[in-house]
């Protein structure tokens, strides 16, 4: 279970960043960034450590639907894109300083042991959501498991900031549904074009997603439900990493409209993870700005970006940085002699 945090430090952090030398709350959302922080960490002198990224690849079922323009390979070929180090994760994560591995919770492809990725594969592929249930509950049991085994194992003891991305094609059918199951709005307020399809494949995804959604109703009674009857591989491991993540008192990076589905469904199974999430951007996939305010959460950036892999963690990563540093090097009225209102 994650701890509700101790508010009692809240008002000496706020003290704290209100009598910085600036006007009040001119700094805008960087000072909510490091009050979080600091509250997460229980300090007035926050530090962010040793910042780690999972990007976690799985095959989807629904894929075979014929909702997304790339065919189901080109997963295993990302995953393969991801250890050449030619992806857009992999160039954020090395500009800031960021550790990032690669886990195959479930890619339809048999991959060399001796490839260097965390081998956790569940199964090749979720079942197509639109017929059958996606996820048993042997497979959901292993993406617990393998979850606890990320953050317990692949993760270095002083970490305390830790992001999720994904790979899987068609995991924007199981992101929209899960909305859409979650939230309880209709799924075409829920699709978007996911890889860039036209108006002709947009209304198709929309009929797919909807009956698959339809026929996963009835057997929805509580939050894990939600992950198997229309969720993937990936996104049931990010929901349960992202759990055991704040259970070790870390801070939580949320990506985009995958990851933040994944986070629909774990903080529904333990609410009070929201107090230890930052929710990095707003994907320009339709739908995840409705999934932040239905979370009451604001982004940190808003630059059009829907490209998933956890991009939106390792480019807003350096902004949580500036917020930190501003807390802990910027001056005081009090030290620096300044005349304060």
Excluded at 240 to 264: C, P, Q, S
Aim: glycine content about 8%; charged content about 15%; overall charge negative.
């Amino acid at each position: 279970m994650i701890k509700a945090l101790d508010n009692s430090l809240s008002e000496a952090i706020w003290n704290k960043i209100n009598f910085k030398t600036k006007p009040l709350g001119s700094l805008g959302l960087l000072e909510h960034i490091a009050h979080k922080v600091a509250l997460v960490q229980q300090t007035l002198e926050p530090t962010l450590l040793n910042p780690h990224l999972f990007v976690i690849a799985a095959d989807h079922g629904i894929a075979l639907e014929g909702v997304s323009d790339f065919p189901q390979e080109v997963t295993y070929q990302m995953v393969m894109n991801f250890v050449g180090g030619g992806a857009a994760i992999n160039a954020f994560s090395k500009q800031h300083g960021i550790k990032l591995q690669v886990v195959d919770a479930g890619v339809n492809y048999p991959f060399e042991t001796a490839l260097p990725i965390i081998h956790g594969k569940i199964g090749l592929g979720t079942k197509s959501f639109l017929k059958e249930q996606a996820i048993s509950e042997k497979e959901l049991t292993a993406a617990q498991e393998l979850s606890k085994t990320l953050i317990s194992k692949y993760v270095q003891s002083d970490c305390n900031i830790i992001g999720f991305g994904e790979m899987g094609i068609a995991n924007t059918s199981s992101a929209a549904a899960m909305m859409s199951l979650v939230c309880l709005i209709p799924v075409s307020d829920c699709v978007g074009r996911g890889t860039g399809i036209n108006d002709e494949k947009l209304h198709h995804k929309i009929r797919v997603i909807a009956e698959g959604a339809e026929r996963a109703k009835p057997f929805i009674q509580n939050p894990a439900d939600v992950l198997l009857q229309v969720g993937g591989f990936e996104i049931a491991v990010i929901c349960y990493a992202m759990i055991e993540a704040a259970k070790r008192n870390m801070i939580v990076l949320v990506d985009g409209f995958i990851a933040t589905a994944a986070f629909l469904v774990a903080q529904s199974i333990e609410p009070n993870l929201i107090d230890y999430a930052l929710f990095c951007h707003q994907s320009n996939e339709k739908a995840h700005e409705q999934m932040l305010d239905y979370l009451k959460q604001k982004p940190i950036l808003n630059l059009g970006m829907r490209l998933g892999e956890g991009t939106g963690c390792a480019v807003a990563y350096p902004i949580i940085k500036s917020a930190v540093h501003f807390l802990n090097e910027m001056a005081s009225f009090e030290t620096a002699g300044v005349s304060n209102n």
